[in-house]
């Protein structure tokens, strides 16, 4: 296995511009049009996702093991999982019934969501790009501009990371959309979820977890 060294960054705690960059999108709506194969992608499933009485989504699924993983913990849902990486999707393992795979731009897909009025009963956020560099500060979910969509997605929100800075700034993030009420710690990952959580975990990285009832958001 090939061993990972943990996201190197310059900053010493959260970014001194992260408040006043998450405030400033909590109040606008992103309004960049939404990419054609995304719309497209989505327009494919939508009846399906319609009729879903239980929504899970994996969101930056990679090659879909995490997703079959989840699909099997939760038969009764119709579980979802989106990759902008159609190399990545190609090599997805035997899936259940259950599951989805949807090559899309995640921010684009979460907005379509949000529009055709649909909710996730639980949405996984598994080891997303961290862009520890300061200067990438907007490209991480909490301060990119579709984080209030991402947000009104509503559920149940697990967050997973070997980058601590991310995720505290992931909780600062909601509490700033009014929720308070997010939960952050440290875990070992007994049974590894996805293939990044199996390289960090034998890399020795320490991982952290969040999560969150969106519902719970005042």
């Known amino acids: 296995m090939h061993f990972s060294s943990l996201p190197s960054t310059s900053q010493t705690g959260l970014h001194p511009r992260l408040d006043e960059v998450v405030r400033r999108h909590l109040d606008s709506r992103w309004r960049q049009p939404i990419r054609a194969h995304t719309r497209q992608a989505f327009e494919v499933i939508r009846d399906r996702l319609e009729r879903a009485e239980r929504l899970v989504l994996d969101s930056g699924c990679g090659t879909g093991e995490s ?12 579980v979802v999982g989106i990759d902008q990486s159609a190399a990545r999707l190609v090599r ?3 899936l259940p019934d259950n599951v989805v795979l949807v090559r899309a731009e995640l921010a684009d897909f979460w907005r379509l969501l949000v529009g055709a009025g649909l909710k996730s009963t639980l949405h996984y956020l598994l ?18 501009p579709v984080f209030p969509d991402l947000l009104e997605l509503g559920g149940q929100l697990e967050l997973r990371s070997n980058f601590e800075l991310y995720v505290r700034e992931f909780e600062r993030g909601l509490n700033l959309a009014g929720n308070v009420d997010a939960k952050v710690v440290s875990f070992s990952a007994g049974e590894p979820i996805s293939p990044f959580e199996r390289k960090y975990s ?10 969150v009832n969106l519902e719970a958001q005042t």
Do not use: I, Q, V
Request: zero cysteines.
């Open 67 to 78: 997703t079959a993983g989840l699909a099997r913990r939760h038969p009764d849902a119709l």
């Open 127 to 144: 080891y997303p790009n961290p862009w520890p560099k300061p200067d990438h500060l907007k490209r991480r979910w909490h301060a990119h």
């Open 92 to 94: 997805a393992p035997e």
């Open 202 to 211: 034998a890399s020795g990285h320490r991982l952290w977890k969040l999560t």
